[in-house]
């Protein structure tokens, strides 16, 4: 496996459209997503194919081949029903959007291979982005184990410029993709969601991280996270 390097150190760059839109992703359907992307770099050519190796994608998330095999594989398959949701806004109003991530996937288990082809809609979203876009290596999800954890490191990344990533409640829950139970109840929300999510951040990507809220009447409207990476660098 060493002959063949993960994809660790490789970039990651989306528009900031994308981190904020709720993506419709699982754990190990965003690692493939994301390993595509940073596999891919700026140069999404002709047709979006990308070919991921299960060798590679096993370095790079710590995991045994035959499994990495098998997650690409269920990844690739259940990636066709997959779409992100944005807002765009003229003068009419505001429209909300679904896009679909791929409009084809291939597997090759001798060769252990799996391959995608992302549709050209999202072509903008992910290449020849001059401003408004957010990058991180890859490395730095590798080890995360919550989807939540890493698109809250998303948002660190976005916001890293201020140290501040602040945020409605209700963008969050969209962000988040919070099911019923954490959108009625902050007590769920802040145990299922957040506080697992700082802690995993903290933990193994060496964030310091320092959350409150604000209430409206009774019902809490706004979260702030204050966030810098630890200056001694990440002891796990």
């Keep these: 496996m060493s002959k063949n390097r993960g994809l660790q150190d490789k970039e990651v760059m989306i528009a900031n459209t994308l981190t904020r839109s709720a ?3 699982s754990l190990a359907e965003k690692r493939m997503i994301f390993a595509a992307i ?3 770099g700026n140069n999404f050519g002709e047709s979006g194919e990308v070919i991921l190796l299960a060798t590679e994608y096993a370095e790079t998330f710590e995991m045994p081949l035959n499994q990495a095999y098998e997650q ?3 990844a690739a398959d259940n990636l066709f029903d997959r779409y992100f949701t944005l807002t765009k806004t003229d003068r009419k ?3 909300k959007w679904k896009v679909r991530w791929v409009e084809s996937a291939g597997y090759d288990k001798g060769n252990g291979r799996v391959g995608i082809v992302f549709t050209q809609t999202i072509k903008p979203y992910l290449c020849g982005l001059k401003a408004e876009f957010t990058k991180y290596r890859l490395k730095q999800a590798c080890a995360l184990r919550s989807i939540h954890a890493w ?3 998303e948002q660190f990344e976005r ?3 201020t140290g501040v990533y602040y945020t409605t409640v209700e963008e969050f829950h969209h962000v988040m993709e919070s099911n019923d139970s954490c959108r009625n109840n902050f007590a769920q929300l802040m ?3 957040i506080t697992p999510a700082m802690k995993e951040l903290s933990e193994k990507d060496g964030w310091l991280i320092d959350f409150s809220y604000a209430k409206l009447g009774r019902k809490v409207n706004s979260l702030t996270f204050k966030f810098k990476k630890n200056p001694q660098g990440n002891l796990f």
């Design 23 to 25: 993506q419709s992703l």
């Design 72 to 74: 690409l594989k269920d």
């Design 191 to 193: 145990r299922k969601v």
């Design 159 to 161: 916001w890293e410029s």
């Design 38 to 40: 940073a596999k891919m």
């Design 93 to 95: 109003g505001a429209m």
């Design 151 to 153: 698109r809250l490191l």
